[in-house]
């Protein structure tokens, strides 16, 4: 397939760091097969970018950032979509699949703000901006007296919380800085011990329609065997759980040999109860952790913060 032409239609959201993923995804496929391989890049706006003003777990959680680029897949107006895997939910629909796994970046979460800050140190009343439920949860946990503040928006929107007054620092996905470039604004690489990280966080998921066999071969030299595997633990878990943003939880996976090690938590908004275990297995039984360990989580009682957060 060297020097193939083909024209591939690549749907991608506009934010600057879906754009870089997207572009990412397309130079890669353009150095290896060459030229004459033609790949547009379609934007689109999806729900997920046009309702900004609550959090994302009072409309619908981080489906919305996905589910119109989906439509478009499914219905052969696009021929690829490139997403950061943890915006996908537990399930895909069906008739598509994701098809390879590039390498995994950090999968860590980051401190923006004044020079010097850290978490644990930040001063009780400090305002902390965040997105995500789970990120607010694990940062009371290691600092009580923080003040979470929802913000919504793409990485550049958040940080300019900061300047405009509204927090004092934002919480955010390393990755996402690294691959802008924007990594000397990183104050603190949080340990993924302290703060286990979303599942599947700083992985990019190339997904298609489950019928087009030759597009799967192409995209084949993008495939990361080991992310591959810990992704699959860390997407079962999730998809068993059938939770995103709507419910702080955690799964983070790593790889030694033939050996996965899965760490799973769910944890009230406030910090506490928290609901935390650890699987590990043979990495051709990757899906199987990811389920046991939610189903472990789920006999501790963890079903109680979802059922809590239900009633809200």
């Known amino acids: 397939m060297s020097g193939i032409q083909r024209r591939l239609r690549l749907g991608t959201r506009a934010s600057a760091l879906a754009l870089w993923q997207a572009n990412h995804v397309r130079d890669t496929l353009r150095a290896h097969w060459g030229e004459a391989l033609e790949v547009e890049l379609v934007e689109i706006t999806t729900e997920g970018d046009r309702i900004l003003d609550r959090p994302l777990n009072e409309v619908g959680g981080k489906g919305l950032f996905v589910k119109g680029i989906e439509e478009l897949l499914l219905r052969g107006e696009i021929d690829l979509a490139v997403h950061s895997m943890k915006d996908l939910p537990g399930q895909l629909p069906e008739g598509l699949v994701i098809t390879c ?123 990361h065997a080991p992310t591959k595997i810990v992704a699959a633990a860390e997407r079962a878990f999730l998809a068993r759980l059938e939770g995103g943003c709507q419910v702080p939880m955690a799964a983070y996976a790593t790889l030694a040999g033939d050996r996965v090690a899965l760490r799973g938590l769910v944890v009230d908004p406030g910090g506490a109860p928290i609901y935390d275990a650890s699987n590990e297995g043979a990495s051709d039984q990757a899906a199987a952790l990811g389920r046991e360990l939610a189903e472990t989580l789920l006999g501790m009682g963890a079903g109680e913060v979802f059922e809590r957060l239900a009633r809200r």
């Open 101 to 223: 796994t590039p390498e995994r970046a950090d999968p860590r979460d980051v401190v923006v703000g004044p020079p010097g800050v850290r978490l644990a140190t930040l001063a009780a009343g400090t305002r902390v901006g965040s997105s995500s439920l789970r990120r607010g949860a694990l940062a009371r946990r290691i600092n009580p007296g923080l003040e979470i503040i929802p913000v919504r928006g793409n990485v550049a929107t958040r940080i300019s919380k900061i300047a405009a007054g509204v927090v004092d620092v934002v919480l955010l996905a390393a990755a996402g800085l690294d691959r802008l470039g924007q990594s000397e604004l990183i104050r603190e690489r949080l340990d993924v011990v302290e703060f286990c990280p979303a599942a599947c966080q700083g992985i990019l998921a190339i997904e298609i329609r489950e019928q087009d066999q030759e597009l799967a071969d192409l995209l084949a030299p993008l495939d």
